[in-house]
């Protein structure tokens, strides 16, 4: 199964409403992959917030209004954060039955004010045991966060290097959020507290944004990427019913069979687009994701492994922090990201000697998780 | 909530009655001390959530099970946490003196946080009718999110010998001194020596009542709002003799039931009405002299000062009497011509148009 065609709008905050968001990235995943929408057979859309954010659900049948007298089988799907990467792989079991198929992801937030922004959110954590105890979505990371720092004697300050990395490479990415904003070591650190111990700067932006794939069952194109393998895991959704919250499972067990079905080891990963939408998640992300020990992962980001250039270069699109975090299209965009990678055609923060990468995406604090490792053909 | 399968060493959060894995019934688990292993203070609001900062504290027990809780209080880690508003057990028992709008509204917000209620109300005949008008409301606006309300924490009774066992009295009887001082004479006779007597007198002094009582130590103001469900504030009153320990209890209760407490010494018309009374008087002078129409005032004040409501229609909600009372008692007590009620006022009252509760106040109401 391939990956023929690519395309993700500018993330930020954006003029275009939700429709025009996924005809928008559609649109160019069609022409990248030089594909027409009649070679599409299905369609699988993801929006995490359209619901509450945007009054609008049935999205799948908006997808059709946008491709009048299409009457292809269009499904939405949804798994919080995680959205897209779930749509991704219910595209790919979908390929036994057709042969070109699109998997689109958009999000619309910011025409929504910031008190109904992170209630919304909230949404991704349970109702009575996490909402209505005021535990909002970087509160519970924040959680997160003071457990692992407490059990592996962890600073802030590696959280801020991860934040100034992250944003340090959205500077080279034209789509992100953070493009044309540098943010400087100082505004890091003086950022205003959010959920102790998180500061803004440890936070991904509210974005929309939107990003679309075409998938192939053959490979018809030297510019196809190949999926080896592409794996979804679940957990309980709040971390109140977890024993341990320094590591998450889902992310655990995605990553060991994602890496049995392409026969890989970690090290063979040459780019990796993670889950940062926390500066913590990147940290745990790079342990359960088996590329150093438990309690490790401070020192791969001190040791300048995850820098463009380094042994493991992460998120080289800004991640979710730098490059945005429009919600229903964050996993997609980093599929996007690798297959860019892999094809060469990235541009200024092109990696030399690409063959294998990977993406890692969320949803909540760790209630779902797809792991997906794409390769040169 | 925590249901358990000893077969299959499953644990839910949920109310689950038969495990899926061996088809077994489940038991449920009593939860036992919880202590404080992790949390964080909430700077960003939300919906729902919009008083910041709050902490959001990550909890344990014995057994290894967690819990997320609120809270506006600062606990350290390791410390155990009371987990009133969720723990069924070991909850006061509360007793609402009055059973009118506010007495009822109280009573009905402390029963959906499973407080052992009851409402003492002047004659036998409504008992009946106090039961069965809680059941409507407690059904009518149970929401999926909430599990059903018992009404066995109910009891209601016309005799004040059923409040001697009470911890708290709450009372809400009419805003007059002379009716009020009477119930704290009879309850000082028959509770017991720790209950502590809260009044939600909206402007009378904490002090002249306290005189009525045996025990000024543990005689406090707790003022809501009404429509209770609705109005998070709680105006905690302190009196010249109220102990910092009865000070903490009320304050404790106020939280433990979702609402803000604010703390204020006593002084005529506490912070709300010293501020609301004589706005609704200037808002009365003003539709008196003919400057601007009723609705033009209240809609000035909405969109001009953000508040939900005019003055002219929270006048009607309040009842134009009490407004009328208020204001005497702050022109009185702080000796000042400025807070005398304006006659428009009196000539409503003259006319029985009393707001809401008579159908016409200011407006009418079908």
């Given at each position: ?160 290097q991860i934040s100034f990395i992250n944003h340090e490479n959205a500077n080279s990415n034209p789509l992100a959020h953070f493009f044309h904003k540098r943010v400087t070591m100082d505004m890091i650190k003086n950022s205003p507290m959010i959920a102790s111990p998180l500061n803004l700067f440890d936070c991904s932006p509210i974005s929309d944004g ?168 | ?366």
């Amino acid at each position: 199964m391939y990956v023929s065609g690519i395309a993700r709008t500018k993330f930020g905050t954006l003029a275009a409403d939700l429709p025009e968001l996924a005809y928008d990235a559609m649109c160019r995943a069609l022409e990248d992959g030089r594909k027409s929408i009649s070679d599409i057979n299905a369609i699988f859309v993801s929006s995490f917030l359209c619901g509450p954010l945007n009054r609008q659900l049935h999205l799948n049948s908006v997808v059709a209004s946008l491709l009048p007298g299409i009457h292809i089988p269009i499904i939405r799907i949804e798994s919080a954060c995680a959205s897209s990467s779930a749509a991704f792989n219910q595209a790919l079991c979908s390929l036994n039955a057709f042969d070109t198929v699109m998997v689109v992801g958009a999000e619309k937030m910011t025409s929504s004010n910031s008190l109904d922004q992170t209630a919304a959110i909230a949404m991704a954590s349970d109702r009575s045991l996490d909402q209505q105890e005021g535990l909002n979505f970087p509160a519970g990371f924040a959680l997160v966060a003071q457990q692992y720092m407490r059990k592996y004697k962890t600073s802030h300050e590696i959280l801020e290097q991860i934040s100034f990395i992250n944003h340090e490479n959205a500077n080279s990415n034209p789509l992100a959020h953070f493009f044309h904003k540098r943010v400087t070591m100082d505004m890091i650190k003086n950022s205003p507290m959010i959920a102790s111990p998180l500061n803004l700067f440890d936070c991904s932006p509210i974005s929309d944004g939107a990003a679309a794939i075409v998938l192939s069952r053959e490979k018809r194109t030297v510019r196809d990427v190949r999926v080896v393998s592409a794996q979804f895991a679940t957990d309980s959704i709040s971390i109140a019913q977890r024993t341990d919250l320094t590591s998450f499972e889902a992310t655990k067990i995605a990553a060991r069979k994602a890496y049995d079905q392409a026969h890989i080891r970690p090290k063979v990963i040459d780019a990796l687009e993670l889950h940062d939408c926390f500066t913590i998640s990147e940290l745990i992300a790079l342990e359960d994701l088996g590329f150093c020990s438990k309690g490790e992962a401070a020192k791969l980001v001190r040791e300048g492994s995850i820098l463009n250039g380094g042994a493991l270069p992460v998120n080289t699109d800004g991640g979710l922090i730098g490059s945005g975090h429009p919600i229903g299209a964050t996993g997609l965009a980093q599929i996007f990201e690798i297959v860019t990678q892999l094809r060469e055609e990235a541009g200024s923060r092109q990696l030399e000697r690409v063959h294998t990468g990977m993406t890692h995406n969320i949803g909540g604090t760790g209630g779902s998780a797809a792991v997906t490792i794409l390769s040169r053909c | 909530m925590k249901y358990y399968c000893r077969h299959c060493d499953k644990h839910w959060t949920y109310r689950i009655k038969t495990c899926i894995f061996c088809g077994n019934a489940t038991q449920e688990l009593v939860e036992t001390e919880h202590s404080v292993i992790g949390y964080t203070q909430v700077h960003v609001p939300s919906k729902g959530h919009e008083d910041v900062p709050y902490f959001a504290y990550l909890l344990q027990d014995s057994d290894g099970n967690k819990m997320i809780k609120k809270s506006f209080n600062q606990y350290q880690i390791g410390e155990l946490m009371p987990l009133e508003g969720i723990q069924k057990h070991h909850k006061e028992k509360i007793g609402i003196v009055g059973s009118g709008l506010l007495g009822f509204g109280i009573a009905e917000h402390l029963l959906r946080f499973d407080y052992p209620t009851i409402i003492k109300t002047r004659s036998e005949a409504n008992v009946k009718k106090l039961f069965a008008k809680m059941n409507e409301r407690l059904l009518r606006s149970s929401t999926p999110d909430q599990a059903q309300i018992p009404l066995s924490n109910l009891a209601v009774s016309a005799g004040y010998e059923d409040l001697e066992a009470c911890d708290i009295i709450i009372e809400a009887a009419p805003e007059d001194i002379e009716i009020k001082k009477g119930i704290f004479e009879v309850l000082s006779e028959t509770c017991g020596k720790k209950t502590i007597f809260a009044t939600n007198t909206s402007s009378l002094s904490i002090d002249k009542l306290s005189k009525s009582c045996d025990r000024p130590q543990q005689f406090i103001g707790m003022h809501f709002f009404n429509p209770v469900s609705r109005m998070d504030l709680v105006e905690v009153v302190l009196g010249q003799h109220t102990s910092s320990a009865t000070k903490a209890e009320i304050v404790r209760l106020s939280v433990a039931i979702q609402k803000k407490p604010i703390i204020v010494k006593n002084t005529p018309g506490f912070i709300v009405n010293r501020l609301l009374m004589p706005q609704i008087n200037e808002a009365v002078a003003l539709l008196e002299n003919e400057v601007a129409s009723k609705e033009d005032i209240d809609s000035a004040v909405k969109l001009g000062l953000n508040h939900p409501m005019g003055p002219l229609a929270l006048a009607d909600l309040i009842g134009i009497d009490t407004c009328v009372l208020i204001l005497e008692t702050l022109c009185n007590d702080l000796s000042c011509q400025y807070y005398k009620p304006n006659k428009l006022l009196y000539d409503m009252i003259k006319e029985g148009e009393l707001g809401q509760k008579t159908g016409k106040g200011f407006y009418t109401y079908p």
